[in-house]
């Protein structure tokens, strides 16, 4: 039993984060839907842009973290594979925060 | 001695019995066994839609990352995005957002004790489904 009320409070506190956000990002994918590649690569030059992109793709992955962890500690019995899902949730996680903290800044540096 | 010899064989076999019984605990839900009442299925489609906008999330970082590979790499997700069959994942995709948002509203409100008698937990759940289909049909009238 390690930290689960923090665990329980990043929950929320990401579930908070993401409400504004995702409104955000679903209002510029209407706009993006029309988009060639230069101009959706020009809509991440923006600082804002890119910076709202960032928090709401890593606010989302340790989000997603977080819920897949409940989902397996409370269906799961079996210890061993319940310590497999959760390497492999915290592995899938971490590299796309990783691969995507890279991407953006590439991005933003071209 | 013969018999403390059983009853300690027996107390060991009682205690191994216990601990493999341990790993094989009942599952806490008990998915399979509970009556499949409105507030249960909100509460599974929850969960359902979290695993799925996982998925989501991730196909979002490879998105970015086709960005940055190049327009050779994001031509191919260009290609995808052409079919039909890509066009209804993206509907349910949205439908999947707005009902895990709304429901998640409620969740959080439900952190504070707040909004949990029996009779607004049903209502709110009718507006969260009702808003998800309105938000998702705007969405794409607007594209």
């Known amino acids: 039993m390690k930290n689960y009320a923090s665990k329980w409070i990043m929950q929320r506190l990401t579930a908070v984060i993401l409400i504004p956000l995702t409104f955000w990002f679903v209002y510029q994918c209407v706009l993006l839907s029309s988009y060639d590649y230069t101009q959706i690569k020009a809509f991440f030059y923006s600082k804002i842009n890119a910076s709202l992109f960032f928090i709401l793709i890593i606010a989302m992955l340790y989000h997603a973290k977080l819920g897949n962890e409940t989902i397996v500690e409370d269906y799961v019995t079996s210890h061993n594979l319940k310590k497999t899902t959760k390497s492999i949730i915290s592995a899938l996680t971490y590299l796309s925060m990783i691969l995507t903290t890279i991407s953006l800044l590439y991005i933003i540096s071209s | ?143």
């Open chain 2, 1 to 143: 001695m013969n018999f403390r010899k059983k009853n300690i064989l027996r107390n060991y076999k009682v205690s191994v019995l216990l601990y493999k019984m341990s790993f094989d605990r009942p599952l806490s839900p008990h998915l399979s066994i509970h009556k499949k009442v409105l507030t249960a299925v909100f509460s599974i489609f929850h969960r359902f839609t979290g695993i799925c906008l996982s998925l989501g999330a991730i196909l979002l970082s490879v998105w970015i990352i086709l960005i940055a590979l190049g327009p050779d790499y994001y031509s191919m997700f260009q290609n995808l995005s052409t079919l039909i069959f890509f066009k209804i994942f993206l509907f349910l995709w949205t439908l999947t957002i707005f009902y895990h948002l709304y429901n998640g509203i409620r969740y959080l409100f439900w952190s504070y004790g707040k909004m949990m008698e029996l009779s607004i937990v049903y209502k709110s759940g009718y507006v969260v489904i009702i808003l998800s289909i309105l938000s998702t049909i705007f969405v794409w009238i607007s594209i």
